[in-house]
């Protein structure tokens, strides 16, 4: 079985609000951390160089997790807060990963191997 993560980049028309509009969605955040099976990353944090941009990071334990998230009331409080909140456009993109090791090993020595 593979993890299933996704990346987005939100737009919103106002960069004035976009913090409160992050702040509006941490309960939602924290809600798909604590009640969704399988979610073992989900956040939505500004982008330090872009100021009307949010970047969104998730990390699913399977396919079959992501696909529950996506029919889940969480989900749909996620959109409609940023719809809400100025949302002009978003691109988003899902990836399967079948392989995983830290990056620093116990030489402490970053490596881009997964040996």
Not at 40 to 53: E, G, H, M, S, T
Not at 95 to 114: E, K, L, M, Q, W
Request: glycine share 6%; net charge negative; with cysteine.
């Amino acid at each position: 079985m593979s993890l299933i993560a996704v990346d987005a980049i939100i737009t919103i028309a106002d960069p004035s609000k976009r913090q409160e509009l992050i702040e509006r969605t941490a309960p939602i955040q924290q809600a798909t951390r604590d009640d969704e099976p399988g979610c073992l990353i989900y956040c939505f944090a500004a982008d330090p160089c872009r100021d009307d941009i949010i970047q969104a990071y998730e990390l699913w334990e399977s396919a079959e997790d992501l696909a529950a998230h996506l029919v889940h009331p969480n989900y749909f409080a996620m959109r409609a807060t940023l719809g809400e909140g100025g949302l002009v456009g978003a691109v988003a993109n899902k990836h399967r990963i079948d392989a995983t090791a830290p990056v620093y090993g116990p030489d402490r020595v970053a490596t881009a191997s997964f040996e």
